[in-house]
């Protein structure tokens, strides 16, 4: 297995809500972290937590490659997931697709090419079934719908990198939410001040969710795991309305209004993915990197981060 030694990492994402979390983590265990930026202002942003800018376009395979050199592993984690408001807005989800499916094509391509020996993709635990009340491993078989494509596209270009000689590891996340500027968890929250708490799903639909600190010790410990697909989430999924109640007791406001639980699904295959029901576990990842979460469920989480501020 490829060792990460000389502690060089590439990061994409580095800027958004788990980057800005894991940029520091990084830093703080004595990696050098060189992150892919867009502007000026994200450049000072990375900078002020330690890290390198790099400004290069996530589409261009040869500019990567170059921008890759001398590092021992990329981490890719850029997205565009559209905000709540803007979530079934045609095209609102273009940007996303392109990231997951061109943007790892170009990212995996330049890794090979530039020499780098270990490659993390960002996937997401939503392409599992609907699957009640029982518990879900990497072992169990896919339910992709059009808006996961984008995910599977992703994780194949990871799992293409491992059989060409590199070390290819696919983690799964689970819901982000916590501190630090993500707009989802801003959403809901504003929203649970307002007295409506946002349920996704049904009531008895267990959601696997990761708080976004947990999930940037995950990828600070999966530089050390060997090939594969790695689920990422809290030790104990809740159901929808056990996270929603989790989430209401942090914030102290009784809701007047609760929703859309189950209706999300008329939403149809956009929202599909985030009203089904999945007990997600966690084993092989802890197993495999010597990792526990800080926040063993969202119980935990949400009070720290409303605690956050
Ligand atoms: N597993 C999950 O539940 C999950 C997964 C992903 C996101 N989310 C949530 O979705 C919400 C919105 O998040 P988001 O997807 O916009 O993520 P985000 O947290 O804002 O971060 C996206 C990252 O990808 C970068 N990026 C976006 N487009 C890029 C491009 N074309 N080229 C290079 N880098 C690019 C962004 O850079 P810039 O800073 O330059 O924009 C940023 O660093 C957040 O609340 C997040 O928590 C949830």
């Known amino acids: 297995m490829t060792r990460w030694t000389s502690n060089e990492g590439f990061l994409t994402g580095g800027t958004g809500a788990i980057g800005r979390h894991l940029v520091p983590k990084l830093v703080a265990e004595g990696h050098k972290v060189t992150a892919l930026v867009r502007s000026a202002e994200k450049a000072a942003q990375v900078e002020r937590q330690g890290a390198v800018p790099a400004e290069v376009s996530l589409f261009d395979a040869d500019g990567l490659a170059t921008a890759f050199e001398g590092h021992d592993a990329v981490i890719n984690l850029a997205t565009a997931i559209p905000s709540t408001s803007r979530y079934f807005l045609p095209g609102a989800w273009k940007s996303n697709f392109r990231i997951r499916t061109e943007g790892s094509a170009a990212v995996a391509k330049a890794a090979r090419s530039a020499g780098v020996g270990r490659l993390l993709q960002e996937s997401v635990v939503f392409v599992y079934p609907d699957s009640g009340d029982k518990w879900i491993d990497e072992s169990a078989e896919l339910d992709v719908v059009p808006s996961s494509e984008p995910n599977v596209a992703a994780e194949e ?7 060409q000689g590199g070390v290819g590891v696919v ?9 630090g500027g993500a707009i989802h968890t801003e959403e809901i929250l504003k929203f649970a001040r307002l007295r409506f708490a946002m349920q996704l799903g049904g009531r008895n639909a267990y959601q696997a969710a990761i708080h976004l600190e947990d999930a940037a010790s995950a990828v600070v410990a999966a530089l050390e795991i060997p090939s594969g697909t790695y689920n990422v989430c809290d030790d104990e999924p809740l159901t929808a309305r056990e996270f929603t109640d989790a989430m209401i007791a942090a914030v102290g406001r009784r809701p007047l209004l609760r929703g859309p639980g189950r209706l999300l699904a008329l939403g149809g295959n956009k929202t599909a993915a985030l009203t089904r029901s999945q007990r997600v576990s966690n084993q ?10 800080h926040y063993p469920s969202a119980r935990e989480g949400w009070a720290a981060t409303v605690a956050a501020g």
């Not at 983690?171 to 501190?179: A, E, H, S, W």
């Open 171 to 179: 983690l799964r996340f689970g819901y982000f939410y916590g501190p």
């Open 284 to 293: 092989r990842f802890k197993d495999a990197a010597n990792w526990s979460p």
């Open 157 to 163: 270009n990871a799992r293409r990198f491992a059989e």
